[in-house]
Nanobody, 120 residues
Framework: HVHVVESGGGLVQACGSLRLSCAASGRIFMINAMVWYRQAPGKQRELVAT???????NYGDSVKGRFTISRDNATDTVYLQMNHLKPEDTAVYYC??????????????WGQGTQVTVSS
């Protein structure tokens, strides 16, 4: 079993910063990638940022240049540093981790989400 837990959301004023964390734990043999998504009310889930096991990163167009994803392989934790936040960044942010368990099974697990609210 693999568990994914996000933290770090909250209320911030526009142009401010927040850092989200996502920790994966359990019977992890390998993490292929960890991905941040977000979903605002009435909108589809949107990819925010991806980081692979090899450290390659990818960002959604709306956050490029403002958000940075990083990873601590020793603790299987991913961070999302969000700078220059805008009201349109308001959403529930979800983390997904996928890879292989110690039992050689594939997994793709989601956290419960963390709310980010940016006031104007």
């Amino acid at each position: 079993h693999v568990h994914v837990v996000e933290s770090g959301g909250g209320l911030v004023q526009a142009c401010g910063s927040l850092r989200l964390s996502c920790a994966a734990s359990g019977r992890i043999f390998m993490i292929n990638a960890m991905v941040w998504y977000r979903q605002a009310p009435g909108k589809q889930r949107e990819l925010v940022a991806t980081i692979t096991g090899g450290g390659h990163t990818n960002y959604g167009d709306s956050v490029k240049g403002r958000f940075t994803i990083s990873r601590d392989n020793a603790t299987d934790t991913v961070y999302l540093q969000m700078n220059h936040l805008k009201p349109e960044d308001t959403a529930v942010y979800y983390c997904n981790a996928w890879g292989l368990t110690t039992g050689s099974a594939t997994y793709s697990n989601w956290g419960q989400g963390t709310q980010v609210t940016v006031s104007s």
